[in-house]
């Protein structure tokens, strides 16, 4: 047997992808482990384990199990040890792990803070990514690194396929896939709902401004206050834990239901992240509709001053508080007033398949061109690569994002 001090990580990972399937005996397995080379060592196979011999059609199917998980565990070592892809890495040492994809740029909803009162003009049909191109993204920024995919939009799930694609991304959970989450509105999620957690998903993110029914058909400028409460009940129900609840805050509209809010996660084991308004494309943004978290934070600690500050994982993009007692928690995505640039580890693909390295910058590449060109998954590596190392240290700050041209946020994903 040749030795594999040569080869890639990701032909020798690829090797034991195939072997759970194929009628190897682990000890082929583990001497070639034995001889991989590259900068990092493998736990080694229990002694026992150096020869399996299938001696009846009853253990046959124990046996393979039993490769498999081995395998798999293995897979995960040289996940965990081998260099992080120069890919995903931009000039300042950030890994980017989190890939958000847009599924449509439509919507069953007109919130004030996403979309222009008179709409925005759509993509053509024919413009929007397919199923196989989203796959086929997913797939390459997987093998590179990426942990976790959000499906956002417009409302994902007003696209009809959506089980489907979520069931074709679970396909890619062996490849290093942990994390398939969505971000939606809750209106046509509840019957799918279901469903989409048997397919693969395991995170979910729904969008509530306002506790109040009627206060909800003015920012969203449609019903269905109802079908979204429902909706976090069945998904905490489900299992799903926590089920996370955005809440974009605006002075003068809903900032006074913060309090409101804090108490609904008394009983209910949700995490709702208040997030700071962001200027974008048609939202009629002004400074003095923007309230800093600090000021929230200020508030709910004259009503519940042991409201206290939890710990945060690096990446985090909300800053976790907790009411001891409660069931949940709440946090703060402090976008304009305290930027989290420096640990950024995010990257967005639109529903017409522009890769964009950072939510408020207006540099995009089309990698749904270079799809529909003929052009091979290296020469798509290269590009993405030089996005990723584009990307800048941080945004332009707050007095400058209101003035940079940027698309409606219903038209980069949420």
């Known amino acids: 047997m040749r030795s594999l001090g040569l080869i890639p990580a990701s032909r020798h990972v690829a090797f034991l992808q195939r072997s759970v ?44 199990q039993s490769i498999k998980s081995r395998v798999q565990a293995k897979i995960a070592a040289i996940d965990q ?30 919130c004030t803070y996403c979309m222009p009162a008179e709409g925005v003009e759509l993509s053509p049909n024919e413009d929007i990514l ?30 009809k396929d959506i089980v489907e694609l979520v069931e074709q991304l679970g396909e890619l959970q062996p490849l290093g896939l942990k994390t398939i989450a969505m971000t939606s509105n809750g209106i046509a999620l509840k019957r799918k709902l279901p469903s ?25 400028r449609r019903k269905g206050f109802e079908r979204v409460m429902e909706t976090i009940d069945d998904a905490l129900a489900l299992g799903l834990d926590p089920v996370k609840v955005n809440c974009v805050v ?6 006074k239901e913060v309090l409101d809010f804090v108490e609904f996660t008394r009983n209910k084991k949700v995490d709702v992240r208040f997030i700071e308004y962001m200027p974008f494309g048609g939202n009629k943004w002004k400074e003095n509709k923007l309230v800093p978290y600090q000021e929230l934070i200020e508030n709910i600690r004259v009503v519940h001053p042991t409201f206290k500050k939890l710990i945060d994982d690096p990446n985090d993009t909300s800053k976790a508080y907790h009411v001891p007692g409660f069931a949940g928690q709440v ?4 976008s304009m007033s305290d930027h989290f640039c420096g640990t950024c580890n995010r990257l967005r693909m639109t529903a017409d398949g522009n890769l964009k390295v950072c939510l408020f910058g207006n540099a995009e590449v ?8 003929g052009k091979t998954d290296e020469e798509l590596l290269e590009v993405i690569g030089m996005a990723v190392k584009n990307k800048k240290k941080q945004h332009a700050g707050m007095s400058n994002l209101v003035n940079m041209k940027n698309r409606p946020m219903i038209l980069i994903g949420g």
């Open 21 to 64: 399937h194929a009628p190897f005996a682990i000890s082929a397995i583990a001497a070639r482990a034995s001889t991989y080379r590259r900068n990092f060592s493998l736990p080694a196979l229990a002694p026992e384990d150096d020869h399996v011999t299938i001696t009846s059609p009853q253990r046959h199917q124990h046996q393979q």
């Open 81 to 110: 040890e081998r260099p992080f892809s120069q890919v995903l890495t931009d000039n300042f040492s950030r890994q980017h792990t989190y890939l958000r994809i847009s599924l449509t740029e439509r919507c069953n909803l007109r």
């Open 130 to 159: 397919t199923t196989p191109e989203i796959i086929r993204l997913a797939r390459l920024f997987v093998r590179e690194g990426v942990t976790k995919i959000r499906l956002t939009g417009g409302e994902p799930t007003v696209r």
């Open 196 to 220: 989409l957690i048997n397919s693969g998903m395991n995170l979910l993110n729904l969008s509530l401004d306002t506790l109040d029914r009627f206060k909800f058909e003015l920012m969203t």
């Open 250 to 255: 605006m002075r003068g509209t809903n900032d």
């Open 331 to 334: 946090g703060f995505i402090t």
């Open 366 to 373: 089309s990698l749904r061109d270079m799809m529909r060109q």
